[in-house]
């Protein structure tokens, strides 16, 4: 039997790491000592309630921010081994406490430490049958194998870059190198997601077999599909080739406000790595100081400069606005506490958008109207008349009228257009 204060305090050790926009929720088990934190995180098929949870944390690297690091205080050290962490979450997972697994682990040494999350992660995929969410962190120093041994176990896979630059990750992180153990490896991870696409690496995912005796012992625990599994036949996955290959995604986070890195260092950094090392999405963090930590002191990140940049990354990673038209956000170096989108428009916009006849992706830089709207306005073949008619297609007025006018009409008030 795993004890439950060791269960616990893993779990709430790996809190620091984003997957999704994510909540907290305590669980409890009916076991001795009572809940255990569980997260939900926010996918498109719905919420998934994830087991975060290091495999140990106890570290040797002297990262200033961090609660397991060598040179902060008073924490006991805790480890699974790679067949308890495998108990603990098909018993979570057999419970219907946990839906997904994101696993991470403290380094006392890389390989090793790798290792015990990667042997971890073997036992649920065929010993356990697990064919659900899985979330591995890569940790800096891995070798290139176990990067690739990840890539063909996991979902999805990460390597935080932490902060903007060598320099800065020196200043908090004296141990870690941002060009070799970090950029390095995600250049790895980059050459592995694009060999899987091309199909040339076959031979790091799961056989057919694999997959047929994964979806059988999975058909022993739930039935059914969730957020983080979907309900899939061997035949389908046959047909769309996962027996071959497993198809993973890609992520890194950045601390907001550790050690002085402007918002405008940290978008281009997100834009650089979605540009060149085929990122599938970055979280931000904004700085919180833990006690304890040689950081205890220094003041916190305000929450909305890591809403704000969450902002400007969808424009320009989901509405595919260039790095010109994002960085009319900034006021100097910073985010202003605006919507970005606002910000972009009062530049971008010399005068009010004529909404009838307007091209799609001028559309969709107006406040108030998402790629639905902008598609539905576009290809409307009625032109619109007024208020009615705009928010029928879905816009939201108050943002979208000081940047538009109807059949030449400038708005004025919410009522000049009735």
């Not at 998934?48 to 200033?64: E, I, Q, V, W, Y």
């Not at 962490?85 to 946990?98: K, N, P, Q, S, T």
């Not at 080739?241 to 260092?265: A, F, K, Y």
Request: some cysteine.
């Amino acid at each position: 039997m795993v004890p439950m204060e060791k269960v616990r305090k893993l779990s709430e050790l790996s809190s620091f790491d984003m997957e999704q926009e994510e909540s907290l929720k305590s669980v409890r088990l009916g076991l001795r000592g009572g809940t255990l934190p569980l997260y939900q995180a926010k996918t498109p098929r719905g919420k998934c309630t994830l087991f975060k949870t290091l495999m140990a944390n106890s570290c040797k690297m002297d990262c200033r921010y961090c609660v397991n690091s060598k040179c902060s205080r008073g924490q006991q050290d805790y480890a699974y081994t790679p067949e308890e962490l495998a108990h603990v979450f098909m018993l979570l997972y057999r419970r219907r406490a946990a839906e997904g697994l994101f696993l991470s682990s403290a380094i006392v040494d890389p390989i090793n430490s790798m290792e015990g999350i990667l042997e971890a992660a073997h036992i649920l995929r065929t010993k356990e049958g697990y064919r659900g969410y899985m979330h591995l962190k890569i940790l800096p120093g891995s070798s290139m194998d176990q990067v690739k041994r990840a890539a063909s176990l996991a979902n999805r896979v990460s390597i935080n870059l932490e902060t903007v630059s060598p320099s800065h990750l020196s200043e908090i992180a004296s141990n870690k190198d941002f060009r070799n153990d970090i950029l390095k490896r995600q250049a790895w991870v980059r050459g592995i997601v694009n060999s899987a696409k091309s199909g040339k690496a076959s031979e790091w995912g799961p056989s057919c077999n694999q997959e047929r005796e994964s979806t059988r012992n999975h058909a022993q625990g739930h039935s059914g599909g969730t957020p983080c599994t979907p309900p899939r036949s061997p035949a389908q996955s046959e047909a769309d080739g996962s027996c071959r290959l497993r198809t993973v995604s890609h992520t890194s986070q950045v601390m907001v406000g550790v050690n002085g890195e402007s918002d405008r260092e940290i978008f281009s950094l997100a834009a650089s790595e979605y540009d060149h090392i085929g990122l599938n999405r970055m979280y931000y963090s904004a700085f919180k100081p833990l006690e304890g930590t040689p950081l205890e002191d220094v003041p916190a990140a305000p929450l909305w400069r890591q809403n704000r940049l969450y902002q400007l990354d969808w424009l320009y990673r989901v509405y595919g606005y260039s790095r010109e038209e994002a960085h009319l956000a900034f006021e100097g170096d910073f985010l202003e506490n605006l919507d970005p989108k606002t910000a972009i428009a009062r530049t971008f916009f010399e005068r009010p958008l004529e909404i009838n006849g307007a091209e799609e992706g001028d559309l969709l830089r107006v406040p108030g109207i998402g790629p639905k709207t902008a598609k539905s306005i576009a290809r409307s073949k009625e032109k619109l008349k007024g208020l009615t008619d705009l928010k029928r297609h879905g816009a939201i007025l108050p943002r979208a009228l000081p940047f538009i006018k109807i059949n030449g009409r400038v708005q004025t008030t919410l009522h000049s257009f009735n």
